[in-house]
């Protein structure tokens, strides 16, 4: 049976046959413990690359097997072949290193990722490839469901560290560089979309920290503008989807930190709602609501027809299975500022943003995606 929700009239919600599914997720999983183990026997040089590689096309395979039989219709590789979920692709780019360096946008709680800096080393706009096209191109040729690709969003170059990241002996003018890099990145996504990639994501934490007061003063303390630098971002990501194939889908996921079950930021989307919703050409949010740190359900109010919310109601910190009348309640009240129609159901987050992975489970992560897709069946129909 379809959710009855107020202001949609009664009827009925219809299946999506293209992503955002209405039972979707963010992306990133568990490493498996032999995973685990192989990577640090290649640390210590102990086995090959290739070795490695085909632990890592075992496990990938793996995976995407458990995806599809908990009922999934995106499929990812996990980002099983990462460190990091943004320093990977990123220090692939063209013009691009990564040096050892103090975090200064730190997690709560007192655990911190790698200590590294992504850092612009010369003029961008050049592409010439990159390791993760074939990534995807493997994960393509395993499944018979949608392979979803996900890659840090452009933001993820400058906003920790700002002008360090983005030294002014390389670009005087920082929006040189903000042309460079939404070049840059329409050059990798038309990589993807040559491979057949038709479902990407951008992860955009960046956005959403531009919502906490306290980030918000630390970008002003390095002398930069935090009121400038949604439109910025904005104009980084609608270069790097302009010209897709018009049965590509492009959807951006919004979240507050996440490693080692902890996180960043705290407040509402309110800040960068309008522009979120009608300034950014992508096709679907994926949005953390898992917590009151992400705020209500208001700012959807900004949705326009045609785009479609995820609701990530079901947390990826912890391991305790989420009561479905306790989601289906929250999605009733989402429902009240956007229709039915145009919502849709995943985890807030991805499982192991980093190859540590958040204190769940391998159990309990795949309950949870279980779960999500017997919501999202009872709602809106398979």
């Known amino acids: 049976m379809g959710l009855t929700v107020q202001g949609d009239g009664g009827n009925k919600p219809m299946p999506r046959t293209k992503p955002p599914f209405r039972a979707d997720q963010v992306g990133s999983l568990l490493r498996s413990a ?15 690359p290739e070795q490695l590689r085909a632990i890592e096309d075992r496990e990938i395979e793996a995976l995407i097997r458990k995806q599809e039989a908990v009922g999934l219709r995106s499929i990812t590789d996990g980002e099983n072949r990462r460190k990091s979920w943004q320093t990977d692709f990123v220090s692939a780019l063209p013009g691009i290193e990564t040096v050892p360096h103090q975090r200064k946008v730190t997690f709560q709680g007192g655990v911190q990722p790698q200590q590294v800096l992504t850092r612009v080393a010369r003029r961008l ?3 010439d490839g990159h390791p ?17 690709m996900t890659i840090p969003s452009p933001s993820a ?10 030294p002014a002996s390389v670009y005087p003018d920082m929006g040189d560089f903000y042309r460079d890099l939404g070049e840059t990145y329409r050059k990798a996504v038309h990589g993807f979309a040559d491979a057949g990639c038709r479902y990407l994501q951008l992860d955009e934490v960046n956005l959403t920290y531009l919502c906490d007061p306290k980030l918000i003063q630390q970008v002003r303390d390095r002398g930069e503008d935090p009121a400038a630098l949604p439109a910025a971002y904005a104009g980084m990501v609608n270069a790097a989807v302009s010209g897709i194939p018009a049965d590509m889908t492009i959807t951006m996921h919004l979240c507050r930190g996440n ?14 709602a309008e522009l979120l919703f009608n ?21 959807l109010r900004f949705v326009p027809k045609g785009k479609t919310v995820v609701l990530g109601l079901v947390t990826t910190k912890t391991g305790a299975l989420e009561s479905k009348d306790a989601i ?4 009733e009240q989402a429902a ?12 807030q987050g991805g499982f192991a943003s980093s190859e540590e992975g958040n204190i769940i489970a391998e159990e309990e992560q795949w309950a949870k995606l279980r779960m999500v897709v017997e919501l999202a069946d009872e709602i809106w129909g398979s």
Do not use: W
Not at 34 to 48: D, H, M, N, P, S
């Open 157 to 166: 170059v400058h906003f920790r560290d700002g002008r360090e990241a983005v």
């Open 328 to 331: 289906k309640r929250r999605i």
């Open 279 to 299: 300034a950014i050409n992508v096709h679907g949010y994926f949005m953390e609501f898992d917590s009151e740190r992400a705020g209500g359900f208001e700012p």
């Open 132 to 148: 993760m096209i074939e990534h995807f191109k493997f994960l393509k040729a395993h499944t018979g469901q949608t392979p979803k």
């Open 34 to 48: 032999a995973l685990k183990e192989a990577r640090a026997k290649r640390q210590r040089g102990e086995i090959t």
């Open 336 to 347: 009240r500022f956007v229709p039915l129609d145009q919502l849709c159901v995943s985890p």
């Open 125 to 127: 706009g050049d592409f």
């Open 259 to 272: 490693f080692r079950s902890t996180f960043i930021a705290s407040g509402g989307y309110e800040p960068v």
